[in-house]
């Protein structure tokens, strides 16, 4: 008889997961096939995800988006920098063209690995495969390790491999590509509009890489791509989309959904989205909203589904939590060591006497904060003047004579929608008046400016703010 629950993979919400142990253990009860989790404290998780392992007939798929290490979503893990981050600090700053050294790129992959596997975590949703060829993309971003699918190519396998060697199931997304979009899928459905020659030559090619270097999953973006299936309907959702990923890739293993709370699922319900999904032969249903209704409904439509590839895969998986505590000390070092590296400085510049500082933030927070105490510390006379996104409306008014330092917070994230069109006014409005600008986030951000020096460090990290705060520090000397 057909197990309705087996196919699909609820969110798990660490923080809850005392709570709600029994809410959890009531859908292992039931069949599902894993959890994605999100948030929580170290120790707290990885018990109750053991206590989860050992209530379940198979081992559950225990996933993550860690595309920036465990410290992206459970608290006492390691954060990374973004992908694009690694790549800078990974490349090499000297010889001509796209030369990496490797070694601390695979160190830090490495140690995500470790931390999942400590935590219980089997899976990883990484490594990102989409070439951000498009500057005005408001969700791939710094997610992607560049612009070119050489580099998205060469580190997305180098990532895989390390993940997996290490035990840990790497999941390569989002096919056949979300670089080339001006939507964010959370919202709305976008579309790639490239035709089917342009697509192999460009946004397949991280994926072919990735399914001969042997990767064991693979997530179906919410994207409309005309040239796999003219319709227009999800990839997630189209049977001519995954058979061309099966017949003409030559792909065999797990293709998951991606989150299926998201906008870019269309037109259609959570359940009838995820019926048409599993039609189309994916094999796991991700993070629907309510997983008993979406149950239900696949029991009422008689779903009819293949489970003999999910269920070799979870057999194949590990259960318990890793004994090893990793050297998480050691992981921090790396960490700091790597956003240091992927610094980029684009101009000449060297600070001058009593500078004033600019912080425009696009969240509604005080983010900047310890980027500004920092450098008042080693700068005498600093002058720090602060916009946010709830306060944009406030006009600066900038000292005369002063060197003006512009310092851009702004996270790329789900359900965001790209930065605010405030924060491109204000960076328009200050060009020519500025000496310097720095980015703790997308690159692009800067794209339009000229005349001055740009500061890229890619995240807004607390050691991001040191490591910029350092270099300017060091220049005025």
Same mark, same amino acid.
């Given at each position: 008889?057909?197990?309705?629950?087996?196919?699909?993979?609820?969110?798990?919400?660490?923080?809850? #997961?005392?709570?709600?142990?029994?809410?959890?253990?009531?859908?292992?009860?039931?069949?599902?096939?894993?959890?994605?989790?999100?948030?929580?404290?170290?120790?707290?998780?990885?018990?109750?995800?053991?206590?989860?392992?050992?209530?379940?007939?198979?081992?559950?798929?225990?996933?993550?988006?860690?595309?920036?290490?465990?410290?992206?979503?459970?608290?006492?893990?390691?954060?990374?920098?973004?992908?694009?981050?690694?790549?800078?600090? $990974?490349?090499?700053?000297?010889?001509?063209?796209?030369?990496?050294?490797?070694?601390?790129?695979?160190?830090?992959?490495?140690?995500?690995?470790?931390?999942?596997?400590?935590?219980? #975590?089997?899976?990883?949703? $990484?490594?990102?495969?989409?070439?951000?060829?498009?500057?005005?993309?408001?969700?791939?971003?710094?997610r992607a390790f560049g612009e070119d699918a050489e580099t998205v190519s060469l580190l997305g396998c180098e990532m895989l491999k390390a993940f997996q060697e290490l035990g840990i199931t790497a999941c390569g997304k989002h096919f056949p590509g979300h670089g080339d979009t001006e939507a964010d899928s959370h919202i709305s459905l976008p579309m790639i509009r490239r035709g089917l020659s342009e697509l192999k030559k460009i946004e397949l090619k991280p994926f072919r890489e990735a399914i001969a270097?042997?990767?064991?999953?693979?997530?179906?973006?919410?994207?409309?791509?005309?040239? &796999?299936?003219?319709?227009?309907?999800?990839?997630?959702?189209?049977?001519?989309?995954?058979?061309?990923?099966?017949?003409?890739?030559?792909?065999?293993?797990?293709?998951?959904?991606?989150?299926?709370?998201?906008?870019?699922?269309?037109?259609?319900?959570?359940?009838?989205?995820?019926?048409?999904?599993?039609?189309?032969?994916?094999?796991?249903?991700?993070?629907?909203?309510?997983?008993?209704?979406?149950?239900?409904?696949?029991?009422?439509?008689?779903?009819?589904?293949?489970?003999?590839?999910?269920?070799?895969?979870?057999?194949? &998986?590990?259960?318990?939590?890793?004994?090893?505590?990793?050297?998480?000390?050691?992981?921090?070092?790396?960490?700091?060591?790597?956003?240091?590296?992927?610094?980029?400085?684009?101009?000449?510049?060297?600070?001058?006497?009593?500078?004033?500082?600019?912080?425009?933030?696009?969240?509604?927070?005080?983010?900047?904060?310890?980027?500004?105490?920092?450098?008042?510390?080693? &700068?005498?006379?600093?002058?720090?003047?602060?916009?946010?996104?709830?306060?944009?409306?406030?006009? &600066?008014?900038?000292?005369?004579?002063?060197?003006?330092?512009?310092?851009?917070?702004?996270?790329?994230?789900?359900?965001?929608?790209?930065?605010?069109?405030?924060?491109?006014?204000?960076?328009?409005?200050?060009?020519?008046?500025?000496?310097?600008?720095?980015?703790?986030?997308?690159?692009?951000?800067?794209?339009?400016?000229?005349?001055?020096?740009?500061?890229?460090?890619?995240?807004?990290?607390?050691? $991001?703010?040191?490591?910029?705060?350092?270099?300017?520090?060091?220049?005025?000397?």
């Amino acid at each position: 008889m057909q197990n309705y629950y087996q196919v699909l993979m609820p969110r798990l919400n660490g923080e809850e #997961i005392r709570r709600n142990f029994g809410h959890y253990r009531s859908l292992v009860k039931k069949g599902v096939a894993g959890f994605i989790v999100f948030g929580g404290r170290l120790a707290e998780v990885r018990k109750h995800i053991d206590l989860l392992q050992k209530e379940a007939e198979l081992p559950l798929v225990i996933g993550s988006d860690l595309e920036r290490g465990l410290g992206q979503q459970i608290k006492g893990g390691t954060p990374f920098p973004p992908a694009m981050a690694l790549a800078q600090a $990974a490349r090499k700053k000297r010889g001509h063209g796209r030369a990496y050294d490797l070694s601390a790129f695979r160190k830090a992959c490495s140690a995500v690995a470790e931390e999942a596997a400590y935590a219980g #975590i089997n899976t990883i949703f $990484a490594p990102v495969l989409d070439i951000n060829t498009n500057p005005k993309n408001p969700i791939i971003a710094t997610r992607a390790f560049g612009e070119d699918a050489e580099t998205v190519s060469l580190l997305g396998c180098e990532m895989l491999k390390a993940f997996q060697e290490l035990g840990i199931t790497a999941c390569g997304k989002h096919f056949p590509g979300h670089g080339d979009t001006e939507a964010d899928s959370h919202i709305s459905l976008p579309m790639i509009r490239r035709g089917l020659s342009e697509l192999k030559k460009i946004e397949l090619k991280p994926f072919r890489e990735a399914i001969a270097a042997g990767v064991k999953m693979i997530m179906l973006g919410h994207l409309s791509v005309p040239a &796999l299936d003219p319709s227009g309907i999800p990839v997630t959702l189209s049977g001519k989309a995954v058979a061309f990923l099966r017949k003409k890739m030559g792909y065999d293993g797990i293709v998951v959904t991606d989150a299926m709370n998201m906008g870019g699922i269309g037109r259609y319900s959570e359940q009838e989205a995820s019926l048409m999904a599993l039609t189309a032969g994916v094999d796991v249903i991700l993070h629907p909203s309510d997983a008993d209704r979406v149950a239900l409904y696949l029991r009422t439509r008689k779903a009819r589904f293949e489970t003999a590839r999910l269920e070799e895969f979870r057999r194949g &998986l590990s259960r318990a939590p890793g004994r090893e505590r990793p050297d998480f000390r050691k992981n921090n070092v790396l960490y700091e060591s790597l956003t240091e590296k992927a610094l980029k400085l684009s101009g000449g510049f060297r600070l001058k006497e009593r500078p004033c500082l600019v912080i425009l933030n696009d969240e509604a927070d005080k983010r900047g904060a310890l980027f500004a105490n920092r450098l008042k510390k080693g &700068l005498r006379g600093l002058k720090i003047l602060s916009v946010n996104r709830s306060s944009r409306e406030v006009l &600066l008014t900038l000292p005369e004579g002063a060197q003006i330092i512009i310092a851009i917070f702004s996270e790329t994230r789900g359900w965001k929608g790209g930065a605010g069109d405030w924060l491109y006014k204000a960076i328009s409005g200050l060009a020519g008046r500025a000496d310097l600008y720095i980015s703790f986030g997308s690159p692009y951000l800067l794209d339009r400016v000229e005349g001055a020096a740009k500061l890229f460090a890619y995240w807004d990290s607390a050691a $991001a703010q040191e490591a910029v705060a350092g270099l300017l520090i060091n220049k005025s000397r």
